[in-house]
């Protein structure tokens, strides 16, 4: 458990570093209540959630153990879109909120495909490891907010008015990709990838190619070739969030050669 | 000293209103651009309604005018210009008006603004700046873009190339296009106000038969540099831009001439609210040093007389563009059914 709230904090770290600390706009599947910006105060629920969420999970697993294939699973997708800790990981760090989705469908596909026991007991683990991660993650995000090194968490979109911010939110919007595929909806995951490059990236590839031409050549196959036709494909989550990570490595190159451009450019007067 | 130049200016344009308005005019038609020295400072609350612009450009000229005009309190809401469009249409139905200014980086969207009365009239001095041809009484357009073939250097010469867009369909030469991509769809606009919806609706039926796809104009421009197409569809800047990263690209433009193959567009601004601060404002943006700035920094075409195109960019007054109202580029819904009727979509 301290390992892996060792490890999510190492993650946030990055994470926090490379948004220049702040949160993004939240899109949460449920309604994102006020509680995601006053972590702290809602720590314990969100423990008692974590719990509850294992146990439950847990009982789905005994209960296929015991009954076979008649174990409900659609419940663990109600179950964990009924808790506020939903909203509070989701505004907070999307990779691990994908991994916690990438979890339930893990077990939920294991028992509806009739798989042995012990392979359903394989991912449920990694369902808790991700769980537990993501209480991590939140946890740390709560230390940020109290010394207001987290901006308040939007619920409405924001636009991004410079080249850079808006790389920075394509890389947000990759990671809710990916979220979105782990829950399944891989034409809401597809539709995300289009609009992202239309409404976003298509903005700041204009001034991008200046700098490097090959760069945006390998970002446009991946927007309109590599990531859709592996979301069509029902490729692996992870293979997905591979693409995915290469994606924000680039993107994170782009950004750089943005500001630097933005240093050089004349004055309008 | 600045509102003396600027009163200076405007009668040297025939601005002011004790001149005979045939006077006015003719010296009007011979109105150049100015420069931010000559405006009159800023003063006052401003909230401008803009459209997704070139990746933060807007922003820097936004930016720069704030800076210079410190009294100027420039409240600004973001989004894609379709939705801001909605949204000014939706506020008057409502009775409010939350935007002073509206700069639109596409003027089909000015078009549905100026047809609900929502648009003031601005001054003729201020109108006369702008190139002949794209003088509106209700909008200005800002900077301009116009359509071109790009083609690769390896595979054609520009002779090779016809100069009817319409002849295209017919030819032998490989194209690519991106029929979801917004600029195509108002250059099927402008050529189904042209031609009519048969003789579109062949021509995409037409080229669609050695055609090949693309998400995005850049996308057009890039496999046309590959050598996977012999020409594209696309607008001016994204071969400007790839030839600037990329100076050996093989890569050229071509121009139809008097038909929507090189249709003009321009982005736009408009005023909502009464008084001098909203027209001032818009005289920032036609400054020499604005349209400059935006030509030099994002290959647009500089709208105001005077100014010189992006470099690599003939002179507007060599090519033949269509007359085209370019707020008729607005109803696209016709376009948009056509294309999907024959498949393109």
Same mark, same amino acid.
């Given at each position: 458990?301290?390992?892996?709230?060792?490890?999510?904090?190492?993650?946030?770290?990055?994470?926090?570093?490379?948004?220049?600390?702040?949160s993004?706009?939240?899109?949460a599947?449920?309604?994102v209540?006020?509680?995601?910006?006053?972590?702290?105060?809602?720590?314990?629920?969100?423990?008692e959630?974590?719990?509850?969420?294992?146990?439950?999970?847990?009982?789905?697993v005994?209960?296929?153990?015991?009954?076979?294939?008649?174990?409900?699973?659609?419940v663990?997708?109600?179950?964990?879109?009924?808790?506020?800790?939903?909203?509070a990981?989701?505004?907070?760090?999307?990779?691990?909120?994908?991994?916690?989705w990438?979890?339930?469908?893990?077990?939920?596909?294991?028992?509806?495909?009739?798989?042995?026991?012990?392979? #359903?007991?394989?991912? +449920?683990? &990694? $369902?808790?490891? =991700?769980?537990?991660?993501?209480?991590? !993650?939140v %946890?740390?995000?709560?230390?940020?907010?109290?010394?207001g090194?987290?901006?308040?968490?939007?619920?409405?979109?924001?636009?991004?008015?410079?080249?850079?911010?808006?790389?920075?939110?394509?890389?947000?919007?990759?990671d809710?990709?990916?979220?979105?595929?782990?829950?399944?909806?891989?034409?809401?995951?597809?539709?995300?990838v289009?609009?992202?490059?239309?409404?976003?990236?298509?903005?700041?590839?204009?001034?991008?190619?200046?700098?490097?031409?090959?760069?945006?050549?390998?970002?446009e196959?991946d927007?309109n070739?590599?990531?859709?036709k592996?979301?069509q494909?029902?490729?692996?989550?992870?293979?997905?969030?591979?693409? #995915?990570?290469?994606? +924000?490595? &680039? $993107?994170?190159? =782009?950004?750089?050669?943005?500001?630097? !451009?933005? %240093?050089?450019?004349?004055?309008?007067? | 000293?600045?509102?003396?130049?600027?009163?200076q200016?405007?009668?040297?344009v025939?601005?002011?209103?004790?001149?005979?308005?045939?006077?006015?005019?003719?010296?009007?038609q011979?109105?150049?651009a100015?420069?931010?020295?000559?405006?009159?400072?800023?003063?006052?609350?401003?909230t401008?309604?803009?459209?997704r612009?070139?990746?933060g450009?807007?922003?820097?000229?936004?930016?720069?005018?704030?800076?210079r005009?410190?009294?100027?309190?420039?409240?600004i809401?973001?989004?894609?210009?379709a939705?801001?469009?909605?949204?000014?249409?939706?506020?008057?139905k409502?009775?409010?008006?939350?935007?002073?200014?509206?700069?639109?980086?596409?003027?089909?969207?000015?078009g549905?603004?100026?047809?609900e009365?929502?648009?003031?009239?601005?001054?003729?001095?201020?109108t006369?700046?702008?190139?002949?041809g794209?003088q509106?009484?209700?909008?200005?357009?800002?900077?301009?873009?116009?359509?071109?073939?790009?083609?690769?250097?390896?595979?054609?010469?520009?002779?090779?190339?016809?100069?009817?867009?319409?002849?295209?369909?017919?030819?032998k030469?490989?194209?690519?296009?991106?029929?979801?991509?917004?600029?195509?769809?108002?250059?099927?606009?402008?050529?189904?106000?042209?031609?009519?919806?048969?003789?579109?609706?062949?021509?995409?039926?037409?080229?669609?038969?050695?055609?090949?796809?693309?998400?995005g104009?850049?996308?057009?421009?890039?496999?046309v540099?590959?050598?996977?197409?012999?020409?594209?569809?696309?607008?001016?800047?994204?071969?400007?831009?790839?030839?600037?990263?990329?100076?050996?690209?093989?890569?050229?433009?071509?121009?139809?001439?008097?038909?929507a193959?090189?249709?003009?567009?321009?982005?736009?601004?408009?005023?909502?609210?009464e008084?001098?601060?909203p027209?001032?404002?818009?005289?920032?943006?036609?400054t020499?040093?604005?349209?400059?700035?935006?030509?030099?920094?994002?290959?647009e075409?500089p709208?105001?007389?005077?100014?010189?195109?992006?470099?690599?960019?003939p002179?507007l007054?060599?090519?033949?563009?269509?007359?085209?109202?370019?707020?008729?580029?607005?109803?696209?819904r016709?376009?948009?059914s056509?294309?999907?009727?024959?498949g393109?979509?």
């Amino acid at each position: 458990m301290t390992k892996l709230i060792r490890h999510s904090r190492s993650l946030f770290i990055v994470l926090s570093l490379s948004l220049g600390l702040v949160s993004q706009p939240s899109l949460a599947n449920g309604e994102v209540g006020e509680h995601v910006n006053n972590l702290h105060a809602h720590l314990s629920q969100y423990t008692e959630e974590v719990s509850w969420l294992v146990n439950k999970f847990d009982a789905v697993v005994d209960s296929y153990q015991k009954a076979g294939k008649e174990a409900n699973t659609d419940v663990m997708i109600e179950y964990w879109e009924e808790v506020n800790f939903h909203a509070a990981i989701e505004t907070n760090y999307v990779p691990v909120y994908a991994l916690i989705w990438q979890g339930i469908y893990g077990v939920k596909q294991a028992i509806d495909q009739g798989v042995p026991v012990a392979k #359903v007991r394989e991912e +449920q683990l &990694k $369902l808790e490891q =991700a769980l537990f991660q993501a209480l991590g !993650a939140v %946890k740390l995000a709560a230390q940020y907010q109290q010394q207001g090194l987290l901006a308040k968490v939007q619920t409405t979109e924001t636009e991004m008015a410079s080249g850079p911010q808006t790389l920075e939110e394509i890389k947000h919007q990759l990671d809710r990709v990916v979220a979105k595929y782990a829950e399944k909806l891989v034409d809401v995951a597809t539709t995300m990838v289009h609009d992202t490059y239309l409404q976003r990236f298509e903005g700041v590839e204009g001034a991008l190619i200046e700098q490097d031409a090959a760069l945006v050549e390998s970002l446009e196959k991946d927007f309109n070739v590599t990531l859709p036709k592996a979301l069509q494909a029902q490729a692996d989550v992870e293979e997905v969030r591979q693409i #995915v990570q290469s994606m +924000q490595a &680039k $993107l994170h190159e =782009a950004k750089a050669l943005l500001e630097k !451009a933005e %240093k050089n450019r004349q004055d309008v007067f | 000293m600045q509102r003396r130049t600027f009163i200076q200016s405007l009668a040297a344009v025939g601005a002011l209103g004790f001149l005979p308005s045939g006077v006015s005019r003719a010296l009007a038609q011979e109105a150049q651009a100015l420069s931010v020295e000559q405006l009159p400072a800023l003063e006052g609350n401003l909230t401008l309604y803009l459209g997704r612009g070139e990746g933060g450009l807007y922003e820097n000229v936004l930016d720069a005018i704030r800076k210079r005009n410190p009294k100027l309190n420039l409240q600004i809401r973001r989004g894609a210009t379709a939705a801001l469009t909605n949204t000014i249409v939706a506020e008057a139905k409502a009775g409010v008006r939350r935007a002073d200014l509206f700069w639109a980086v596409d003027s089909g969207a000015i078009g549905l603004i100026t047809d609900e009365g929502l648009a003031r009239e601005l001054p003729t001095d201020l109108t006369a700046q702008l190139k002949t041809g794209f003088q509106y009484p209700r909008w200005t357009p800002v900077t301009g873009r116009i359509r071109t073939l790009p083609f690769n250097t390896e595979k054609l010469s520009k002779e090779q190339i016809p100069d009817s867009i319409m002849a295209l369909a017919d030819s032998k030469l490989s194209i690519g296009w991106a029929p979801a991509y917004a600029a195509f769809q108002s250059f099927v606009t402008a050529m189904r106000l042209l031609e009519g919806e048969k003789a579109t609706a062949d021509w995409l039926r037409g080229v669609s038969r050695h055609a090949k796809t693309y998400a995005g104009e850049l996308g057009v421009v890039m496999g046309v540099e590959r050598g996977e197409v012999d020409l594209g569809l696309a607008n001016h800047y994204y071969t400007l831009r790839l030839k600037s990263g990329k100076p050996d690209a093989r890569l050229d433009l071509a121009f139809t001439r008097n038909d929507a193959g090189c249709l003009v567009n321009a982005s736009g601004v408009l005023a909502l609210s009464e008084g001098d601060l909203p027209i001032n404002f818009i005289r920032y943006l036609l400054t020499k040093e604005v349209q400059s700035y935006l030509s030099s920094e994002a290959y647009e075409i500089p709208m105001v007389s005077g100014l010189s195109p992006p470099e690599g960019l003939p002179l507007l007054s060599s090519l033949s563009p269509p007359k085209v109202d370019l707020r008729q580029l607005a109803d696209l819904r016709p376009t948009l059914s056509l294309m999907r009727k024959v498949g393109v979509l």
